[in-house]
């Protein structure tokens, strides 16, 4: 660390890797009104938590897998605080989310953040709370990781996407908030998926199940599933969906 450079607290890392997140990969530079606020806030420069940013995404083996480097020289706290999110992200992106609160204000639900439950009604309040700010935040993390666009149809109303569940979300508790298992749908898709007359394979293809013109009639089955059959998803800029949670998918949940 050069001389008179201020140490990076943990904090400020979780703060970071927490917009990290919730931004679009074309987004991650010094530029960014949202990289200026934080920067404001915790006292570093935007070109400082943008290069924090950048070191983040060397971490993150979507980006390898696409052939995408990020800076090079992360620090060991960095890879701390990317190791603790990806050992229990229901518990970080809630860690993530206070400090937030506390950094930024808010209104009555960050307050209710920051917070603590000194009885058994608080501490119920408190799961609730936790339970919407998680769902909140998985929404924003794989939306930004899907360019906030349909992975299968490529629709881009954000007010029609769901950030939906490759496991489900009652099945899998440690997954709820792991982006691997998510996947940006429009609604119609993510119900068809949660249903299981459709599936993406493990090599990222959409499958869609014999039962649809079944169920629906051959014309509008082939307007709305048939013609992506076969087709790649659009792949998200971090946060590969799991081959494995796929697998689970097609072998456990569709309808063949």
């Known amino acids: 660390m050069k001389e008179g450079q201020k140490r990076w607290t943990r904090d400020e890392l979780i703060l970071t890797f927490n917009l990290y997140c919730r931004t679009p990969f074309g987004k991650l530079h010094s530029r960014n009104p949202e990289v200026i606020e934080l920067a404001a806030l915790i006292g570093r420069s935007p070109n400082a938590v943008a290069f924090k940013l950048v070191n983040f995404a060397s971490l993150d083996p979507s980006l390898k897998k696409r052939g995408i480097k990020g800076a090079s020289n992360h620090s060991k706290l960095d890879k701390q605080v990317w190791d603790a999110f990806n050992d229990n992200w229901e518990e ?3 860690e993530s989310e206070q400090l937030r609160a506390q950094l930024y ?15 058994t009604e608080g501490k119920e309040e408190l799961r609730l709370v936790k339970a919407r700010v998680n769902q909140r935040f998985f929404r924003s993390m794989i939306m930004a990781a899907y360019d906030q666009k349909c992975c299968i149809t490529g629709i881009g109303l954000p007010s029609l996407l769901i950030a939906g569940h490759i496991r489900p979300w009652a099945q899998a508790p440690k997954l709820r908030l792991n982006p691997h298992n998510g996947l940006a749908l429009n609604a119609l898709h993510d119900k068809a998926f949660e249903l299981g007359l459709i599936t993406i394979t493990p090599d990222y293809k959409v499958k869609v199940s014999s039962q649809v013109p079944q169920q629906m009639g051959t014309t509008e089955a ?12 659009r792949l998200p800029q971090r946060f590969l969906p799991d081959p494995e949670l796929l697998k689970y998918h097609n072998d456990e949940r569709f309808l063949h």
């Open 92 to 94: 970080l992106a809630f």
């Open 105 to 119: 204000g808010g209104d009555q639900s960050s307050n209710d953040l920051v917070q603590e439950p000194g009885t």
């Open 222 to 233: 082939d307007t709305f599933f048939n013609q992506y059959e076969g087709r790649p998803i």
